[in-house]
């Protein structure tokens, strides 16, 4: 027998919410009624509720007395901040890159950024905005940090959780450009530059993300908990 163990009904629910938060299927103030997640996932209300706790811990989901759980709506403050810190994570990152990086690694993130310019081609924007900040993951993972590798992936969360709520017309082109150039740098070891454009790079997204404030329509609970659900 096997002694792989198998997600608990809490962890199923977590993983099922912040997988659609994150494809942007559950947008910021969507509310997360008890009972429907109680149907959804033919569990009690014990087990509901200690997802939602889960999910509160990680800023996913916001719980307030007398009106319950909803997915957190970020406010400017917190939309500044998070990108605030996701630059200097990831210019940390850069940095450790710079003596390191890899060939291999440099083809594994161009490889990624083909990715990202055929989903543009294509014209499919939910893979180009999930693709987007997987390529700032993919850097954190290269300096093999663990800890960085963490919480850089909490922020992450958040800043897909900033787009779903400021979703629009954003060019890609822009941020794919972006990343190659600052591929090409680290790999012509100049990691300053690299770490400058990285900063102005999420300026940028902050600025559009506080300006551009077109929502995404809201879609039932009941379809956007599905695994095949589509963004609308």
Not at 104 to 132: M, V, W
Not at 170 to 180: I, R
């Amino acid at each position: 027998m096997s002694n792989l163990s198998l997600p608990t009904p809490t962890q199923l629910i977590v993983d099922a919410i912040t997988e659609a938060v994150l494809a942007q299927r559950l947008i910021p103030g969507t509310k997360l009624n008890e009972a429907d997640l109680v149907e959804i996932f033919g569990v009690g209300r014990t087990t509901v509720r200690q997802a939602l706790i889960r999910l509160s811990q990680d800023k996913l989901v916001t719980i307030e007395h007398n009106r319950g759980a909803y997915i957190t709506k970020m406010t400017d403050l917190e939309i500044r901040e998070t990108f605030e810190v996701l630059a200097m994570i990831e210019c940390a990152a850069l940095e450790k890159l710079g003596r390191s990086i890899t060939a291999f690694d440099i083809a594994r993130l161009r490889r990624h950024i083909d990715d990202q310019k055929q989903a543009h081609q294509h014209g499919n924007a939910d893979l180009e905005f999930r693709l987007a900040p997987d390529f700032h993951v993919l850097v954190v993972r290269m300096a093999h940090n663990r800890v960085l590798d963490e919480v850089h992936g909490k922020l992450t969360a958040q800043e897909r959780l900033i787009t779903s709520q400021y979703y629009g017309s954003f060019d890609q082109q822009h941020l794919c450009s972006d990343h190659a150039e600052i591929v090409s740098l680290i790999e012509g070891g100049q990691v300053e530059q690299a770490q400058a454009l990285l900063v102005e790079h999420y300026r940028v997204l902050e600025d559009y993300c506080l300006r551009g404030k077109a929502h995404k329509s809201t879609i039932p609970l009941k379809e956007a908990l599905k695994p095949d659900a589509k963004t609308g």
